[in-house]
C-alpha cells in the first residue's frame, strides 16, 4: 500500500515570499501520479498541481511548481510570491498508474498561512 | 459548469440513527468517488463508481455504509445505526472518466456530520 508523509503540520511565511512544502510517499510502482490540492477555510478542495512520474521535468502552474525527485521519493511544492489567497490547507497526494485502481492517497496536510 | 454539489452540508444527529448524503457530479462526469475526512487528517478513500457501477470499496466501508448512483447521475451515501467515530466530513468528487489517465478529481464542498 502507498503511503504519503507531510511532515510540516503548519507553516507561515509573509506575504510575497516564496515557501516549499514537503511531501515524501512511499511506493513500489514505477509509474503514477502526484498531485497537490488546496483546501481553503471552509471550502472545497482545488487541484494546485499534478505531475506524471514517467517526466523527468518538474511540472509548473504560474506560481507554483514541484520538485519531483523520483529517487528519493521526494514531491515538495514551491509557491512563490506568496499570496493572502494562499491561506489554506495544502494535502499531497498519490495516485496509482493501473486502470481502475484511481483512488487518491493522501497525506496529513500542512496548514499554510500568508501573514501580511 | 455549476461544480459538484452535495446535500446537506451540516448533518447533526444522534447515535444509532441512519443518515443519507447526497452528491451531484458535475455535468456528464462518469467517475464519482467518496471519501472521508476527520480532523487533522487527509481524506481517506472509501468508494467510487464508474457510471452507475461500483468498482472499488475500500475496507473503511464497513457493513453499516453503502453508496448508490443508481443512474450514473447522482450518488447517494448511506450510514446505518450510526456511531460516534462516523463524525468527519464527508467529501465527494467526480472526474470526466474520459479513459485519460490525467483526469483531475474535482471535489465537492462535503458535508459535516456529527454523530451526538
Known amino acids: 500500500a502507498q503511503t504519503v508523509t507531510q511532515s510540516q503540520p503548519e507553516m507561515s511565511v509573509q506575504e510575497a515570499e516564496t515557501v516549499t512544502l514537503s511531501c515524501t510517499y512511499d511506493?513500489?510502482?514505477?509509474?503514477?501520479?502526484l498531485f497537490w490540492y488546496k483546501q481553503p477555510p471552509s471550502r472545497q478542495m482545488i487541484l494546485v498541481i499534478r505531475?506524471?512520474?514517467?517526466?523527468?521535468q518538474n511540472a509548473t502552474e504560474n506560481r507554483f511548481s514541484v520538485n519531483f525527485q523520483k529517487a528519493a521519493k521526494s514531491f515538495s511544492l514551491k509557491i512563490s510570491d506568496s499570496q493572502l489567497g494562499d491561506t489554506a490547507m495544502y494535502f499531497c497526494?498519490?495516485?496509482?498508474?493501473?486502470?481502475?485502481?484511481?483512488?487518491?492517497?493522501f497525506g496529513t496536510g500542512t496548514r499554510l498561512t500568508i501573514i501580511p | 459548469d455549476t461544480g459538484v454539489s452535495q446535500d446537506p452540508r451540516h448533518k447533526i444527529t444522534k447515535r444509532g440513527q441512519n443518515v443519507t448524503f447526497r452528491c451531484d457530479p458535475i455535468?456528464?462526469?462518469?467517475?464519482l468517488y467518496w471519501y472521508r475526512q476527520t480532523l487533522g487528517q487527509g481524506p481517506e478513500f472509501l468508494t467510487y463508481?464508474?457510471?452507475?457501477?461500483?468498482?472499488?470499496k475500500s475496507r473503511l466501508l464497513s457493513d453499516r455504509f453503502s453508496a448508490e448512483r443508481p443512474k450514473g447521475s447522482f450518488s447517494t451515501l448511506e450510514i446505518q445505526r450510526t456511531e460516534q467515530g462516523d463524525s468527519a466530513m464527508y467529501l465527494c468528487?467526480?472526474?470526466?472518466?474520459?479513459?485519460?489517465?490525467?483526469?483531475?478529481?474535482?471535489f465537492g464542498p462535503g458535508t459535516r456530520l456529527t454523530v451526538l
Open positions: 468528487a467526480s472526474s470526466p472518466g474520459s479513459g485519460q489517465r490525467t483526469d483531475t478529481q474535482y
Open positions: 511506493t513500489s510502482e514505477n509509474n503514477y501520479y
Open positions: 505531475q506524471e512520474a514517467y517526466k523527468q
Open positions: 497526494a498519490f495516485m496509482n498508474w493501473d486502470f481502475g485502481n484511481e483512488k487518491l492517497t
Open positions: 455535468s456528464e462526469h462518469n467517475r
Open positions: 463508481f464508474q457510471n452507475e457501477a461500483q468498482l472499488e
